[in-house]
């Protein structure tokens, strides 16, 4: 990774971020049968990346470790349970499985 | 059902309180700091031991602003592949953030300057916890909230990252990969307890679990957006 490679990564994700911005977000907020989408979309696409970090290792599907703590996360998040006490449930118990 | 002029408003509140009427609570902000804490120091360790240069590695955090995109072009250049590979593999992963700038501009009421701001500042936990507020006046307070929050997480993270990343040690050990997507979890469960926020995170998270080993890096999470349309598609009328 060069200055020049940190630029042109940098201009591609800021000119994303604005075209969703203004161009998207427009759209949607004009669009009232598409104004669902505004709540719609955080679900499924960060339901995605959350896949994509508990069981994706490069392009091959791996249940490991992480795969238990995002159960344990699970069962808390369904359980009402604070946000700092999901994410260090979610760490402790991918750790233990770890060690064993 | 009564009728609203901001359909979106009345969607994003939920019957169980929590985020929805007052926003993330301190705690919660506390939380997303240290997230975003443990994502600075895992992250600049790998791209610091990469690139070899403390000052690039804090520039490219900090202009990039997306630890997702460093990591994507690190791992095409790591599997052999072309600069012009890796910077497209870069961008594409960072579409989620066009697609979730795509939310908040739908539900921002502000200038085009204070657009702009935000838009470039648009992350999952930020957006998520904005875009279930009721008022205008409370998306913007929450969204800016949680940006402090994570920015703080993620400077701080940057600096331990880049100084002293050798003291840290494997980060996996610890378990401290498994606290971001945990934090996402968390911080999407109101979304996940309404019937078209769940359908659209099983059919997202579904496709994207299919096109893992069959797409290139990125696509399966632009791929999930077929999810929110489904929802859409087929619960038009739930408020719950």
Redesign the interface.
């Given at each position: 990774?060069?200055?020049a490679?940190?630029?042109?990564?940098?201009a591609?994700?800021?000119v994303?971020?604005?075209?969703?911005?203004?161009v998207?977000?427009?759209v949607?907020?004009r669009q009232?049968?598409?104004?669902?989408?505004?709540?719609?979309?955080?679900?499924?696409?960060?339901?995605?990346?959350?896949?994509?970090?508990?069981?994706?290792s490069?392009?091959?599907?791996e249940l490991d470790?992480?795969a238990v703590?995002?159960a344990?996360?699970?069962i808390?998040?369904?359980r009402?349970?604070?946000?700092?006490v999901?994410?260090v449930?979610?760490?402790?118990?991918?750790?233990?499985v770890?060690m064993i | 059902m009564p009728v609203m002029a901001?359909?979106?408003a009345m969607?994003?509140t939920t019957s169980?309180g929590?985020h929805a009427a007052s926003g993330?609570r301190w705690?919660?902000l506390?939380?997303?700091c240290?997230?975003f804490f443990s994502l600075g120091v895992t992250v600049n360790v790998l791209?610091l031991d990469?690139?070899g240069s403390e000052s690039?590695t804090i520039?490219?955090a900090v202009?990039?602003?997306?630890a997702t995109?460093?990591l994507a072009?690190?791992?095409v250049?790591d599997?052999g592949g072309t600069?012009l590979a890796a910077?497209i593999a870069?961008?594409v992963v960072?579409?989620?953030?066009?697609?979730?700038?795509?939310?908040?501009?739908?539900?921002?009421r502000v200038g085009t300057w204070h657009?702009?701001a935000?838009?470039?500042q648009?992350f999952?936990p930020n957006?998520?916890w904005a875009?279930?507020q009721r008022q205008p006046r409370d998306v913007v307070r929450v969204f800016w909230r949680a940006t402090a929050a994570m920015h703080l997480g993620w400077l701080s993270g940057i600096a331990v990252g880049v100084f002293l990343g050798n003291v840290i040690g494997d980060a996996?050990?610890?378990?401290?990969?498994?606290?971001?997507?945990?934090?996402?979890?968390?911080?999407?469960?109101n979304?996940?307890r309404r019937r078209?926020?769940?359908l659209?995170?099983?059919?997202?998270?579904g496709?994207?679990?299919l096109l893992?080993?069959?797409t290139p890096?990125g696509v399966?999470?632009i791929?999930?957006?077929?999810?929110?349309?489904v929802?859409?598609a087929t619960m038009?009328e739930e408020t719950l």
């Open positions: 990774m060069s200055w490679i940190v630029a042109v990564l940098a591609g994700v800021w994303q971020r604005l075209l969703g911005m203004f998207g977000g427009r949607l907020s009232p049968a598409l104004g669902r989408l505004a709540t719609l979309i955080p679900a499924a696409v960060v339901m995605a990346v959350i896949v994509q970090l508990t069981v994706a490069g392009r091959s599907l470790a992480r703590g995002m344990a996360a699970g808390l998040v369904w009402r349970a604070p946000f700092v999901v994410a449930a979610a760490a402790v118990a991918t750790a233990l770890r | 901001d359909s979106s969607d994003a169980t929590d993330p705690g919660d506390g939380a997303l240290l997230t791209v990469r690139v690039l520039v490219a202009a990039i602003n997306s995109t460093e072009y690190l791992a250049r599997a600069q910077v870069g961008w960072a579409s989620r953030f066009g697609l979730l700038a795509v939310s908040l501009g739908a539900r921002l657009r702009a935000a838009g470039l648009s999952d957006v998520t875009i279930q996996q050990r610890f378990g401290l990969d498994a606290v971001f997507p945990a934090a996402l979890l968390a911080i999407i469960g979304l996940l078209s926020g769940a659209a995170a099983a059919v997202g998270g496709l994207c679990l893992i080993p069959i890096a399966p999470i791929a999930s957006l077929v999810g929110a349309v929802a859409l038009p």
